[in-house]
């Protein structure tokens, strides 16, 4: 490590701010909400799976008897949860200062969510679009506030193909559909950086990836599996995504990943995504799509 590398003791306090993770009871996002609560925030842990989310917070309370949290039940795979979600976090809180999609499915057998929508697509795009435009009202009116989305590096294989976004069409090819969803993730977040400049809004949006980074994310491969023995362990995993929630030289736009090479490893810097993750038109037409499909238009 040397002075310019970018690690959590240069988080400044979050006291007094409100942070919701999304997939926070492992991995990654468990690693975010531990950091944030370390620093003063008050953390909802937004997770699927009650057991997992009890257990991450017993765990961060023995480090840290004093950390802020709080568990809330919600599955991006069904469009009714994120809506009793959303309404049940803006009955309880006034404000969100962070706002970090993190959760995620990769690789999975060929499966629906509740509403439908291809798996991966579902949850890691359409889930978070949908849950983001539901906290919209109260993240606008939070001073300073911000939205994170977790990318990846696999985003530089996405190609999507906007008239089949289900994968009705086409034989279903798990790894081309993850790639998909992770540049679906890029293009939500330029658009909606572009969108909030226009607006004036004081909201920033920025984008992470944690590069090969050993989590249960990649259970249904083992190919992956097996080459996590290159993999960086979850802490550093996680410091592109805590770069891009509090680095005060942030800009809506930002995109943060490690700084070693291929963006595999090391400490978080800024980096840039792939021309096609930059297409304008593509990112506008998926942001009318996501819309229609999750019956949210996002009107920003």
């Known amino acids: 490590m040397n002075n310019n590398d970018w690690e959590v003791s240069r988080i400044p306090d979050q006291s007094g701010r409100v942070a919701i993770v999304t997939g926070a009871g492992s991995g990654i996002g468990y690693e975010t909400a531990r950091v944030l609560a370390n620093k003063g925030a008050r953390v909802i842990l937004a997770v699927r799976n009650q057991q997992k989310g009890e257990t991450a917070i017993t765990r961060i309370k023995a480090q840290d008897a004093d950390a802020d949290l709080r568990l809330m039940l919600f599955d991006l795979a069904s469009l009714d949860s994120v809506k009793r979600f959303a309404v049940d976090f803006n009955a309880k809180f006034d404000r969100l200062d962070l706002l970090i999609n993190n959760a995620g499915v990769m690789v999975?057998?060929?499966?629906k969510t509740a509403d439908g929508f291809e798996l991966q697509i579902g949850t890691n795009h359409l889930g978070h679009f949908a849950l983001t435009a539901e906290l919209f009202g109260v993240i606008a009116k939070t001073q300073q506030s911000?939205?994170?989305?977790?990318?990846s590096a696999a985003h530089n294989y996405g190609n999507l193909n906007l008239d089949d976004l289900n994968w009705e069409k086409r034989k279903y090819k798990a790894w081309t559909a993850y790639c998909d969803s992770k540049i679906a993730n890029l293009y939500f977040t330029y658009e909606l950086a572009d969108r909030i400049r226009s607006a004036g809004l004081d909201v920033t949006a920025t984008a992470a990836h944690p590069g090969w980074t050993a989590t249960e994310l990649q259970r249904h491969n083992?190919?992956?599996e097996i080459l996590n023995i290159f993999a960086q362990d979850i802490e550093m995993g996680a410091l592109p995504t805590l770069r891009a929630a509090t680095d005060e030289t942030a800009i809506s736009g930002d995109y943060?990943?490690?700084?070693?090479w291929r963006e595999w490893r090391g400490y978080p810097v800024k980096v840039q995504s792939?021309?096609?993750s930059h297409d304008r038109l593509i990112a506008e037409r998926l942001w009318m799509e996501s819309g229609k499909l999750t019956g949210r238009p996002f009107n920003l």
């Open 222 to 224: 083992r190919l992956f």
């Open 146 to 151: 911000r939205i994170i989305n977790v990318a």
């Open 108 to 111: 999975p057998p060929d499966s």
């Open 274 to 276: 792939n021309k096609l």
């Open 256 to 260: 943060f990943g490690p700084g070693g």
